[in-house]
Structures are given as C-alpha cells and as structure tokens.
C-alpha cells in the first residue's frame, strides 16, 4: 500500500487551507467544570490531587517536534526507556512501546480515553506484552496524561510504574487539516503525515455529535552511510569492536577436525585482517537500514447522541493499519559440519592448515540471493459503544470495548536449513551443490536453498464495564464525601503462530516464538474521596480481581492531598501493586539466541576475559502455574504556588516489587551446569581431536539452554520527579517562559536469579541517574520562540554493574541536545510550527562496553540535526 501518496495530499489540503474562507470561531465563556483525572474516577475541578499527574496538551505536543507517539514520550524525563519498532532483531518487530521508573514495558498500562485496549500480537523480548503506540496517531492525540504512580486499586494489573492515558477530541465542530514534514540534514528518514478532522453538530444544539478523523504517515529509512557516526562497522577508533560483516564478500572457515583458527576464504573481496585471538576475517562494510520504512493509515469516528440534559449514548471506532518495512543482509549459513573426504573440489588442496578428510565449517552469506526484505503488517480495530449520564447525583458510565490486533511477519530469502547443507555438502564434494568457494554460484542452486517464511498473531480484548459516581456523595463538616464503584469484566486471547519451516528449525539464523492462551478476568473497586478536614482530602480504594488462571488477588490504596495553605500542596500515598502473568509467560514456546561465557570451555581452551564468548541458542519454556507480580508502591511529595507566575512540585516514589517473572539467567545456568542444571545445556559431540590438543576439555561446544519462566526475582527502586514553571512578564514586549522536568533515580536493584539478594543496577548505561529537560521561551503575542536542552547523567561505561570484574574504571560523560522551535500565526485560523531537533548537531556518545561499541541508549538523536514543519488551519 502506497500509504505515503495519501500522505502527500492530505498535507496539501493541510497547506491549501491558507487560501479558503473560513467563519468565525463562536466566542466561548470559560466555565469550571469537574472532570475525571487520571488515576481517580471521581470528578473534580481541580487536577491537582492524591497523586502526581502529568498532563501535555496539544499545543505542547506540537512543540516538541515529534512525529509519532513514541518519539514524544522519548522527551520527557518521566519515560525512561522506550522501543520504537525500528530494531530487526525484535521479537516485537513493527510495535513501539514505552515504560516509567527504568522498569520494562509490562508494568506501564497504556490507556485510550480512560479504557483498556488489546496488546499487541508480538510480545517484546517474546515476553512482555504491550499496546502498540504505534497504532495512535499522534496527530489525533487532544491531551496525554501520564500517573506516575502505581494505580492496581483503580485500574487493575499492570500499573505497577504507572498509567499513560492518551486522549482525543470529542464534541467538535468544523473541520480542521494538520500536516508535518521532517527530515534528517543527510535527507535520510524523510517523514510526512497528515490528519484531517471533521466535526459534525452540536451536543447542545443539535443533540448529536459526528466527530471523523483520518491520519497517514509515511517515513522513509535512515541509512548507515549516510551519516557519519555509522559510515562503517569498524569501531576501533572508539576502543571498541571491529564489527563489519564477515560473512558477505566470501566469508571464512575454520577446520573443526583440528580446531584451528578462523580463516578468509580464498575468494575474499574484502579486507583480511586478524584478531588478538589469532582468528582471521574476510570484513566488508556495506549499508543498512538504521531504522525501517513506514506507512501507516488510521480511520476513526466518535458519535455521541444527547438524550436529555445530562444523559447520552456515545460510540467509539477506529481502525489503524501499520506497515514496517524492513531491509535485512543476504542469508548466511548456520554453523554446519561439512565432510571433505573424498572431495573432488580443487579449492580444499589450497586451504592452509587442512589434511585430507578433515571437516570443515563455513560461515559465509549466500550473497547471490540479494538482501532480504521483511514486511510487518500490523492492524487494529477498536470499537467501544456505551452510555454516560447521571441517575440522580451519580454519575454514570458504561461500555462494551472489542479489541483486536492482527500481524503478519513475511520474509523472503529464508535459508532452508537442509537444503543448504545438501547443497554446501555437494559443493565442498565437487558434486554440482553450492561451492563456497565461488563467489557467484548458479541461480538454479541458490533458489533451491530459499524460501518464504510468514509468521501471524492475534491479540484479542473485550471487556464490559460499568462504573456510577458522585463527587458529592454525603455532606460532611469539612466537606463532601466522593465515592465511586465499578465492576469489569474482561477476555484477553493471544495467539502467536510461527511459520511452519521456523517451528520445525529449518531456517537458518532464526529464531522464533509460539504461543497461544486465553484468560478471563471479573473486578470490582470502590474508591472514596474523603475530606478529613476543610483542606485535608483522603482517598481510600481498593479492587479485587479474579483471574481464571492464576487466581485472585485485591489490592487497596491510601492517599491524602493536604493544603495547609493556599499556595501549598503536600500529597501521598501507599499502595499495592500487581502484574498478572502474561500469557506468552505461561505457554509461549520460544528461541532466541543469548551470548554467555562457557568457563568451562574456555579455560582449557586457553580463552581469556573477552575473548569466552559464544552465542547458543536460548530456549525459553512457558509456565501454566506462574502467580501475579507484587508490589508496594509509596509516594510523598509537594507542590507550591506561591504566586500565579511561579508553580514547583517536588515528588518522591518508591517500587518494592517480588516474585518477578523471567527465565532463569543463562549464565547463572550454565556455571551451574554441573551441580543441576545439566539437562538444560545442551551440547554438540566431544571433539577426540581437540580434547587431545588441549588436555582438560572434557565437553562439546555449548548449542542451547534451556529456562524455564519462574517467579523468582526483586526489583527495589526510587527515585524524585521535580518540576517548574515560571513566567516572567515584560509588560508591552511580551514574556519570558521557563519550564523545567527532572527525574532522578536514587536506587535500582534487581535480583535475578534464585534467592539471591538484590544488587544495584543504577548508574549503567542501561540505568543513568538523571534526565532534564529545560524549556526557555519568548511569547509576545500569537509567536513563540523557545530552545529546550534535554540532558542526561553521566554513567559508568558497563552494561551490567553487579559484573565489576570486568569493569574499567572509565564513564561516559553526560550529554545535552538543544531543540529550537517557533510556532506563529501567519493568518487567522493558521498555526505553523518550524524547529529543529539537536539544532548543534551534538554528535552521538559510544561505549565499549564488552568489548563492543555502540550508542549509548536513550542519549539524544544520533544522527544529527532533524528539521521539521508542522502546520494546522481550521477550515470553519
């Protein structure tokens, strides 16, 4: 599907808006009303309560110069970690998530207009399940409210770190066009969307609302040579790894009968050089995709008909299709065994350190099939119908909400495992199969050993839900009493189908994930909002919920807003927490592949630190009888306004988590493979002629482990979020704005393996100690012009601090990227908004960690400066 066509016409019917006429906005009084704030279901009317609640509006979001969901939670302080979907490798190909408090994805429970939505159909990792950010376009985004706290007493299992709810438009009138255009300096990764939203009568008018609303997005990849940083794979330069290709132009061998050294291929076209292991490479450079194409369309309609003064009926629909292109290298061999004996091909007599009969193993692409191309096409449809209204002084609310996500996964140039041996076999004999030591071999050959593969899943939600609440429930001395009770009940399936050839392990270099389980969930909570004293309000709340699988489990919350004075807020709270199972937990089947150090091996191999590694295959086991994730979360925190310029929150937080699900550590099963885990290594046959060269070694070349998901690990962390607004008038020439987020994360320890006890995991490059944003602005009036600096905590250079043996001392230093944006009104009815993203081109940070080199995770754009406009006209 050409989505990116649409793309282009609808940003210019966004554009052509300049021209047409338009009628005057009716003007509106600005009235109080109470609305429902994330993480509580009684109204109010101020926002500030129990809990912290972050809230970026519309214009706030255009500020930042993001073109998808996930690239604006990126910018924000509070979301520590995030995916996109760009990563090939992904179990998750195609989806995007993001996740607070430095835990994963799972324990952020992602929430459209208040309610829950189907997870994708790949689990992340092969795991963690998650909503596709991916299937909300940001451009019908009206509002994001982001709790940063945990909410399993409102909202059940997985608000562990927190609730991200995403809000769009409703009672609208007109018809407005919005369009974007970015790219990178280097012209790669070109973006284009569009939106379109008509709002058809008046609630209070008419008695009806029709609100329509179209997005496309179309994003071209970024690519390796195009930027400098990723010119080439050769990371020497910054102490790191030499990690171009060694497959793609000839590839090498090693002699696996005398276990000697990796060696180039004699038709190298490449560049041969040799490692301090003394193993030599045939190294290419050669572009790739650093992040995939994308084109994406989303339909949605909001209708809410009026039936008296304070009751309607409303229905939801949307249906969002997500098409992630990826570009892959050529197909390469897996490890596989060939016998030479009675060889007729000439190139063997030719092989330094080979003797008749010796086996070979050859690690080389298949070059001749072209690259590969995987397609992921993800689609989402939501319908949710219902009533709103009010029963005396309740307030009432109530739906049914259908979920469903489908996916397909193709890839074409797959490597038919059995084939390819035939075919390698017959050639290493001289017998008319695929020689590997001819660069270009017959196509009838090559197509022989390739195939098609097509993975699919099916992630399905529906739910039925009621909930009545009154903010003035009883008149009380200091106040009144707001209660509110809900009762849900919900049905989540998942099903998670691997190609026939995958299950079967007949593609070479692919790893695969099947699952399929299905649960039933019944809740029921009550909350209270309960004023103690004329400034000092309680909220009380607890849930039950009933899983069909695993059980039950309740969960209660006490929180307190007091304001001693006006201009002084103090909040907290103490809660529990729970993660239920996810289903691939429980009956997925999965293999991927973990990189692990086999002492056991290596020490009689002469192998030192850095030098013992190997890559096995990891299988990872399901398990029906996993119980719920627990946790105690506790905030303390305080806001203050001590004028109406000027507005500072201080907010601490604590997660106390056990019984963590996760396969058993790989390592830690491997060093204990001779005391009880020896039926979960697996290994290839003992080499008679290798045990003799090197006395000592005693086992095979480790192929797999085994893990099985338990409930075995901890997770203890806190940490404060900080943050300031401050305006500064100027009288006639306008104002000066500052806005100012941090987080700081004080402690992160996890343990991960049995009864073990938790060990510190802050200050790493997966876990830095701090991320700021400050925003300085000039507004005079309808201009703004601002520059924000998003900086980052220096972090010691290591990928896991509990391995400080094998650490160096040396830290990657912090880091600060610059955004400029202005946002103008060139006419009535029309917004721009101009900007560019890391505006000093701030060059990326690299690590060595482990011995390689790479990007430090979650540092700024890496590529350079990124140039972008966004415009939006109110036709009417």
């Not at 449809?381 to 609310?397: K, M, P, Q, S």
């Not at 009144?480 to 270099?509: C, Y």
Request: glycine share 8%.
């Amino acid at each position: 599907m050409k989505l990116k066509h649409l793309a282009y016409a609808i940003a210019s019917i966004g554009m052509a808006g300049i021209s047409m006429a338009h009628a005057a906005d009716p003007v509106k009084t600005e009235q109080l009303e109470r609305v429902t704030v994330t993480g509580s279901n009684i109204k109010r009317i101020n926002r500030e309560g129990p809990t912290a609640v972050e809230i970026i509006k519309k214009g706030d979001i255009e500020k930042t110069g993001a073109t998808t969901v996930v690239e604006l939670l990126e910018k924000l302080p509070s979301v520590t970690s995030s995916f996109n979907g760009s990563e090939s490798a992904s179990f998750a190909k195609g989806g995007a998530s993001a996740a607070l408090r430095g835990m994963s994805e799972k324990y952020t429970l992602v929430l459209l207009n208040g309610r829950r939505l189907a997870n994708y159909g790949f689990a992340n990792n092969a795991t963690n399940t998650f909503v596709d950010l991916n299937s909300l376009p940001l451009s019908a985004i009206e509002s994001v409210e982001i709790l940063r706290d945990g909410a399993s007493a409102i909202y059940g299992s997985d608000a562990v770190a927190g609730v991200i709810n995403f809000k769009t438009k409703r009672n609208y009138q007109g018809i407005e066009g919005s369009s974007r255009i970015g790219a990178y300096q280097r012209g790669d990764g070109g973006s284009f969307s569009g939106n379109l939203t008509a709002g058809f009568g008046s609630l209070d008018e008419d008695g009806h609302n029709l609100l329509l609303s179209l997005d496309v997005y179309h994003r071209e990849p970024t690519l390796s040579d195009k930027h400098d940083a990723t010119r080439t794979g050769d990371h020497r330069r910054f102490n790191g790894a030499d990690e171009r290709s060694t497959t793609y132009a000839g590839g090498g061998y090693r002699n696996y009968s005398s276990g000697g050294k990796n060696l180039p291929n004699p038709i190298c076209r490449g560049s041969i050089e040799t490692d301090e292991r003394g193993d030599a490479f045939c190294y290419t450079d050669r572009s790739s995709q650093l992040a995939p194409r994308q084109d994406r369309l989303g339909i949605a309609a909001i209708y809410t008909k009026k039936l008296n003064a304070q009751n309607e009926l409303f229905a939801e629909f949307g249906y969002y299709r997500n098409e992630t292109t990826y570009g892959r290298g050529a197909p390469f061999f897996e490890s596989m065994v060939m016998q030479t004996a009675g060889s007729t091909n000439p190139a063997l007599a030719t092989l330094p350190g080979f003797a008749p009969g010796n086996q070979l193993v050859f690690n080389r692409s298949v070059q001749e099939a072209g690259p590969q191309t995987e397609k992921v096409t993800s689609d989402t449809y939501r319908f949710v119908a219902g009533f709103r209204g009010t029963l005396g002084n309740w307030d009432i609310d109530t739906a049914i909400n259908i979920n469903e996500n489908r996916i397909k996964d193709e890839v074409n140039n797959q490597l038919l495992k059995d084939m390819a041996k035939t075919q390698l076999q017959n050639g290493v004999l001289g017998q008319g199969g695929y020689d590997p030591f001819t660069l270009n071999n017959p196509s009838s050959v090559v197509k022989s050993m390739l195939t098609n593969t097509r993975r699919t899943a099916t992630s399905k939600l529906q739910a039925v839900d009621f909930k009545m609440a009154n903010s003035e429930l009883v008149a009380l001395p200091a106040g009144n009493l707001g209660f509110a009770w809900g009762t849900q009940v919900s049905h989540e399936s998942m099903e998670d189908t691997p190609d026939r050839l995958v299950q079967a392990k007949n593609i070479s270099n692919q790893g695969g994930s099947a699952s399929s389980g299905s649960r039933t969930v019944a809740s029921i909570y009550g909350e209270f909002s309960i004023p103690v004293l004329k400034k000092l309000e309680v909220q009380v709340a607890a849930r039950a919920d009933h899983y069909s699988d695993f059980g039950n489990t309740v969960n209660p919350k006490l929180a307190f807003s007091w304001r001693p004075w006006d201009s002084v807020l103090v909040r907290g709270s103490a809660t529990t927490s729970f993660k239920a199972p996810t289903l691939p937990e429980m009956y997925a089947h999965t293999q991927a592949y973990v990189t692990v150090a086999d002492w056991k091996r290596c020490i009689p191999l002469g192998y030192g630190k850095g030098q013992c590694v190997y890559q096995p295959k990891y299988y990872m086991e399901g398990n029906p009888n996993l119980q719920a994730e627990k946790a105690n979360n506790y905030s303390l925190g305080i806001v203050l306004q001590p004028t109406k310029e000027l507005a500072v929150s201080l907010d601490w937080y604590q997660i106390l988590q056990r019984g963590t699900i996760q396969p058993q550590d790989a390592q830690y099963t491997l060093n204990n493979e001779d005391n009880r885990y020896a039926a979960n290594i697996g290994r290839d046959p003992r080499n008679p002629a290798l045990e003799a060269q090197y006395p000592g070694l005693d086992r095979g070349r480790i192929n797999s482990i085994t893990a099985p998901f338990q409930n075995i690990g901890r997770t203890q962390t806190d940490g404060i979020d900080f943050a300031m607004t401050y305006e500064l008038s100027m009288g006639a020439y306008g104002k000066l704005k500052f806005s100012e987020a941090y987080n700081q994360i004080l402690t992160f320890k996890q343990s991960t393996i049995p009864n073990s006890s938790v060990l510190s995991r802050l200050d790493s490059l997966m876990a830095p100690k701090w991320r700021n944003h400050l925003r300085t602005s000039y507004q005079n009036g309808g201009s703004e012009y601002a520059l924000t600096a998003r900086s980052y905590s220096r972090v010691r250079n290591i990928v896991d601090p509990t391995d400080m043996e094998h650490y160096d001392g040396s830290y990657v230093p912090s880091y600060t990227v610059w955004d400029l944006d202005m946002t103008f009104k060139p006419i009535k009815d029309l917004t721009l908004n101009v900007g560019v993203n890391n505006v000093f081109n701030k060059a990326p940070i690299f690590s060595n960690a482990s011995g390689k080199a790479d990007f430090v995770p979650n540092q700024g754009d890496y590529l350079g400066r990124f140039f972008y406009v966004n415009a939006r006209y109110k036709f009417k």
